[in-house]
């Protein structure tokens, strides 16, 4: 079935450290791909997105790039922020569908 | 501009009990999606709605569960003769045209359901 597959965290980084959360997905269609994010006690938010092969998405200085040959969607930010302390989630939907498929999160905290 | 509100925040249930929890979608969505997030896991489909009609119910449990999205107020996600793995997070979000990939789910705030 169709699927996503998170790095495993908590990735611990220091202040002005560059971030790189993998993600890789099976899915049997051509899927749109998004990352989300969760602070402490809250919902998700919605970070970026991309909706075909070689889109990039890009919000707050996070960028990830639409891979089909290597159904990849890795989050990078050059320099992150303690702001950005928070879970982050890869998801797919496929055309034609619509529940969101995600994957099991990524912890990211920052130290100052 | 008022994001997608749910109700209650937080809500303690004892075995055997009902848990009904809430959500009013964003102003003219008419798109709701109800999600399980176990701990420390990932976000689970439970179920699509639209007004008064179920569209996707392939992720809620046969039991127990029921969803529904009246014409006027909220949807309500119903749980009957809660257990103790019923305690989890759950998330409505809601989208303005329901078309995949090109609209987006916004997401409230949860209810976190602990079952004592």
């Known amino acids: 079935g169709d699927s996503v597959t998170q790095m495993e965290g908590p990735v611990t980084l220091s202040e002005e450290a560059f971030l790189t959360i993998n993600c890789t997905y099976t899915?049997?269609?051509?899927?749109?791909l998004f990352w989300y994010v969760q602070y402490p006690g809250e919902g998700l938010q919605l970070l970026l997105k991309?909706?075909?092969?070689?889109d990039k998405g890009s919000n707050k200085g996070f960028e990830a790039t639409y891979r089909k040959e290597t159904t990849s969607f890795h989050l990078e930010k050059g320099s992150v922020q303690v702001s950005d302390s928070a879970v982050y989630f890869c998801?797919?939907?496929?055309?034609?569908?619509?529940?969101?498929?995600f994957g099991t999160g990524t912890r990211l905290l920052v130290s100052p | 501009n008022a994001g997608v509100m749910q109700n209650p925040r937080h809500l303690v249930r004892r075995r055997g009990q009902e848990a009904r929890l809430r959500c009013s979608p964003m102003?003219?969505?008419?798109?709701v999606y109800w999600y399980r997030q176990l701990p420390e896991e990932g976000l689970k489909f439970m179920v699509y709605?639209?007004?008064?009609?179920?569209?996707?119910e392939s992720g809620m449990p046969k039991e127990r569960f029921s969803a529904e999205f009246p014409k006027e107020g909220p949807s309500i996600l119903r749980i009957q003769q809660v257990v103790r793995g019923d305690s989890a997070a759950y998330f409505c979000?809601?989208?303005?045209?329901?078309?995949?990939?090109?609209?987006?789910?916004?997401f409230g705030p949860g209810t976190r359901l602990t079952v004592l």
């Open positions: 979000a809601s989208s303005l045209m329901g078309l995949a990939g090109e609209d987006t789910q916004y």
């Open positions: 899915a049997t269609g051509y899927p749109s």
């Open positions: 991309a909706t075909k092969a070689d």
């Open positions: 998801a797919l939907i496929l055309t034609g569908f619509q529940k969101l498929v």
């Open positions: 102003k003219g969505h008419s798109h």
């Open positions: 709605l639209q007004k008064e009609n179920i569209i996707d």
